[in-house]
């Protein structure tokens, strides 16, 4: 449990009157194991339990947050997580506490000291907790990518010196959630660069929600398409570039936008998750296919540039035409003749390859 005290809401509900979090714990429970523990991955979430255990509540929210040398990432990350916890508790427990249920059924609990609340109020501050809550989320996740990158660059000296142990803690098992914000082998691989190409409103949420669908399009429809090893080093280039020729990279990187612009306007139009009307979800599919023709004739114009093992595989790869082969003739002279149009004969679909047909005749 991540609350011990009613003195803990006060950061989230100032002005509540609540001399005891009993009666709630259940609540609050379910809401750390359905809303909160997925987001931080069992692992870190018993390690925040622990340390909670140990530690505490935190005295001051205000301080505690301020990203300065006195404060441990613990810390933030606790009061992220009971931001959360708390609000998508009591959007689950205000419809519980308009009736109480006794012995001959149920009756509406007031108070004296308050004046009686209609059920639009309740209902507008239950909406309230929902997108508190889900803020909430958003910001816990956010801050563990950006600390996943402050690790990344600074791994010798993180911004808040003595804290390198437990930073590299929260990231090596939060690796472990579903909610890591890298998706592995995919060519849009985070919430940030999704965001570039198709407005998600930056809600890491949304994107791991959207995963499944982002997932089949590339593997099932882009990948065969350009071919399963070009799409495998696609993926690698847009992680490391260090492979490419200095020349190359530009057309690289220009494939990378190409595929990455088809499967967002691909995914705009197969997503339930984003709300989207018929008409734009019509300009969507026509996008995709405009960009998807696009990509193929940018990939089988600049084959040269792709690595052989790379392009062969590819459906798009054009074998170049055979070249002339010189061959003497009789009295010594050279000639020249197509090896492919001599020995091959006639293959379809062979730009070096033609067919004579004549005119029927009666």
Known sequence: MLFTSASELRFYFPTHAIDTLDPFMGVIDNSEHDFLQEKLGTPLYNRLCDWYSENGAVGNGISAMEPDDKNDYYTRLLLLCQRSVAYDAFSRAIELGIVSPNNGGINVPTSDDYGKVDLAAVEKFRQRCITEAHAAINRLLQTLEDWCQELQENPENPPTPGTTDELQEIVTLWRQSRYFYLAAGMLIPSARVLQEYLNIYDSREKFIQMLPDLRFLQEEILAPAIGEDLCAYLVECSVHSDSIAEEYKPIVA????????????????????????????????????????????????????????????????????????????????????????????????RRDSALFATPFLN
């Open 254 to 349: 220009q494939v990378l936008r190409k595929a990455r612009k088809y499967l967002a306007a691909a995914l705009e139009n197969r997503t339930l998750v984003l709300k989207t009307d018929k008409l734009r979800r019509q300009q969507a599919h026509d996008e995709a296919v405009r960009l998807f023709a696009s990509l193929q004739q940018y990939i089988a114009d600049h084959q040269d540039i792709f690595p052989e093992t790379v392009i062969k595989t590819s459906p798009l790869y054009t074998p170049p035409p055979a070249e002339a082969d010189p061959t003497p003739s009789s009295d010594g002279s050279s000639v020249c003749c197509c090896t492919t149009a001599a020995n091959d004969g006639y293959h379809n679909n």
